[in-house]
């Protein structure tokens, strides 16, 4: 089936507003073609601004790319210098395409760790991009699910000393809005590519409820036609939350 029939066969009114990627197998996807890992980096841009095209084509409001976690900061120095050039060089050529796809950025992570070069650029595509109305981008960069989390509590736990909340204030609503994707819906799909089956530290809390959907595609490979074809598979099955199908019918009924 080619990327024509992939995107026909999705019911538009079935969408998730949210799609979240771990975007896996730079390397390995090099490695394959006897080249270094940075090649498959500078490759899986273009799988980046494929998904971010097909996204916006058939309306999803909210993708989030896990583009750098905290656990990335181990890896060799000579690879982190050149993905941190390949952040910048990047984002700015992709400022045209955003601005023409009525795309919005948005970042999420522990960006002051980020050189400053890299949030410069960031904040400079962010505020150029922060007015429009179509897909909101958002990019977890030196992103840690579970310091997230931590901050949160820590946050939280704050409130309660300086008697701004009280203890019976806490709910999963008052965590959620506390977390850095409080402006955001929860994501309903998860996608990881490369054939690994882990979410490795990723929206923790976020994904909850989120359907989990893995390929073996690496992702310099991933194209619209996978990414329209993981949205197919999403909408073939049922959503229950915890209830049963009966329940779930007569609600939409």
Avoid: C
């Amino acid at each position: 089936m080619n990327t024509t029939d992939q995107k026909n066969n999705i019911d538009k009114q079935n969408l998730p507003q949210h799609v979240a990627i771990i975007m896996d197998g730079n390397g390995r996807w090099a490695k394959q073609r006897g080249n270094k890992r940075i090649f498959g980096h500078k490759n899986g841009v273009q799988s980046v601004r494929s998904v971010v095209e097909a996204a916006g084509e058939i309306g999803i409001k909210y993708l989030t790319l896990y583009a750098f976690s905290t656990e990335n900061w181990k890896r060799p120095k000579l690879e982190v210098n050149a993905l941190m050039s390949l952040f910048i060089s990047a984002v700015k050529n992709e400022t045209k395409n955003l601005m023409k796809n009525n795309v919005r950025m948005k970042a999420i992570g522990n960006l002051t760790n980020l050189p400053s070069n890299v949030q410069n650029n960031l904040n400079e595509i962010i505020n150029i991009t922060k007015n429009n109305t179509g897909l909101t981008l958002i990019l977890a960069l030196s992103y840690s699910s579970r310091q997230e989390i931590k901050d949160t509590i820590i946050n939280i736990s704050k409130e309660v000393i300086d008697n701004k909340i009280s203890i019976d204030d806490i709910n999963e609503n008052l965590v959620s809005s506390r977390l850095q994707t409080s402006e955001f819906p929860d994501p309903e799909l998860l996608i990881r590519t490369s054939g690994e089956f882990r979410i490795s530290n990723f929206l923790l809390w976020q994904i909850s409820y989120s359907e989990l959907y893995f390929t073996d595609i690496l992702w310099p490979d991933f194209t619209k036609e996978h990414f329209f074809k993981a949205i197919y598979n999403y909408q073939q099955r049922e959503r229950r939350f915890g209830k049963i199908t009966e329940q779930t019918k007569s609600n939409k009924t």
